[in-house]
């Protein structure tokens, strides 16, 4: 697992911390050191990589900030669980935040076929234009009637494993973090009002220029990798937003 990093004149306190966190990171999110391990002692992780007291601090301080690992006192360094992280809001945790309001919301899976990447999605995945993508279209109810339809993207193994986890009853964060081991730092979230075309006023029972609430999200795990585009369409006379903003 841990290696020793080489060391030549260049290499400076930063740079070596920086390389040992990207060591323990590869590892965790490989799996390699599963949700629970306990960690080396700094002692052992000072010996093991061949540097300072202070470049494991500064290395195991960087992991705790990215929610990859906690500290318990007196005992070391966890790895901690992938839901474990924040939690990332209603706008994307759908089925809970509706289930926690005594509604039934259950989604359907209108189609999936493979696609060259549109533009937009291309973009949020920094994939190459025409890159072979699976498109998902859903439709998403609540007490039985269309509330909300969603258009995701994502590469092929990723798509068919979101099915085989039950996406119709789960928040795709949800599944990526609790059933398929991702660690998720953030999700770049767009929304805007749109007029509601012929085809989405059909699947969402309301009348053809109808508002509609867009919202747009990719969740990007600790990494950097985006992970799924999806393009969400919300009846704007059932679903609307509040949040508080904290300084």
């Known amino acids: 697992m841990a ?143 269309p509330f909300a339809f969603v258009l995701s993207y994502g590469e092929p193994a990723l798509i068919k494993a979101l099915i085989q986890e039950d996406i119709n009853t789960n928040d795709v964060v949800v599944l990526l973090e609790t059933r398929l081991g991702h660690r998720l730092k953030s999700n770049r979230i767009e929304a805007r009002a749109i007029p509601a075309s012929a085809a989405l006023a059909k699947l969402l029972d309301v009348q053809r220029g109808s508002p509609l609430l867009r919202i747009d999200f990719t969740p990007v795990d600790v990494s950097g990798q985006s992970m799924v585009y999806s393009e969400m369409y919300f009846r704007g006379d059932s679903f609307s937003y509040k949040a508080v903003v904290k300084r």
Do not use: W
């Open 3 to 145: 290696k020793e990093l080489s060391r030549n004149p260049t290499d400076d306190n930063r740079t070596l911390f920086v390389r040992m966190a990207d060591s323990l990171r590869s590892d965790i999110l490989a799996n390699r050191m599963a949700p629970g391990h306990k960690l080396p002692s700094e002692s052992e992780l000072e010996e093991n990589f061949g540097v300072s007291r202070i470049t494991v601090r500064q290395a195991l301080a960087s992991l705790h900030a990215e929610g990859l690992i906690e500290k318990v006192n007196g005992k070391g360094s966890y790895v901690t669980r992938p839901n474990e992280l924040p939690d990332m809001g209603p706008l994307i945790g759908f089925y809970e935040h509706m289930r926690k309001q005594g509604k039934r919301a259950v989604g359907r899976i209108l189609s999936m076929k493979q696609v060259g990447a549109p533009a937009a999605a291309a973009h949020a995945l920094e994939v190459s234009l025409g890159h072979p993508l699976i498109a998902l279209r859903c439709l998403r109810l609540v007490n039985g009637k």
